[in-house]
């Protein structure tokens, strides 16, 4: 498949957006920069925590931009940190575009096994206002019984 050059274009601008959410939520303990959000989020984004209960339920909490900074401060004041991702496709057509987005997650960059390793379903859209923006993302983590493969 070719790749026209204004579709490379919107892979950069995509690529832009899910590497700035990365780098605005890693970091050593302490508050981050939600300002960011803007570089990376439509105002109008939702993003989607799953787990699994004890009882073996899915679960899963919505959250606006606004609460997910108020859900996870806590957490980031207190410890260090640092999602990459490490691996990503991406399809687009038209003004809309989703990217599975394989990450780890450690707790100081130089640590050799991940604290855990999941996957992000970003949807993005663009918005002619302010170009590629993510508007869901909802996100697993590799347990047993699902695992993540690059």
């Not at 690529?15 to 960011?36: K, L, N, T």
Request: glycine fraction near 8%; hydrophobic fraction near 35%.
């Amino acid at each position: 498949m070719t790749i026209s050059p204004s579709e490379s274009e919107d892979i950069q601008a995509i690529g832009a957006a899910i590497d700035e959410m990365y780098a605005m939520i890693s970091g050593p303990r302490g508050p981050r920069d939600w300002s960011r959000q803007a570089r990376c989020f439509h105002p109008e984004a939702r993003q989607i925590r799953t787990w699994v209960e004890p009882d073996g339920k899915a679960a899963m909490k919505v959250m606006g931009l606004d609460d997910y900074a108020r859900d996870t401060a806590p957490f980031f004041a207190e410890n260090d940190f640092y999602e990459v991702e490490t691996g990503r496709r991406v399809d687009l057509f038209g003004n809309i575009a989703h990217a599975w987005s394989l990450y780890e997650a450690r707790r100081s960059p130089g640590d050799g096994e991940p604290e855990r390793r999941g996957i992000n379903s970003i949807q993005l859209f663009r918005d002619p206002a302010r170009g590629w923006k993510i508007l869901a993302m909802i996100w697993d983590n590799e347990r047993e019984g699902v695992s993540v493969t690059a």
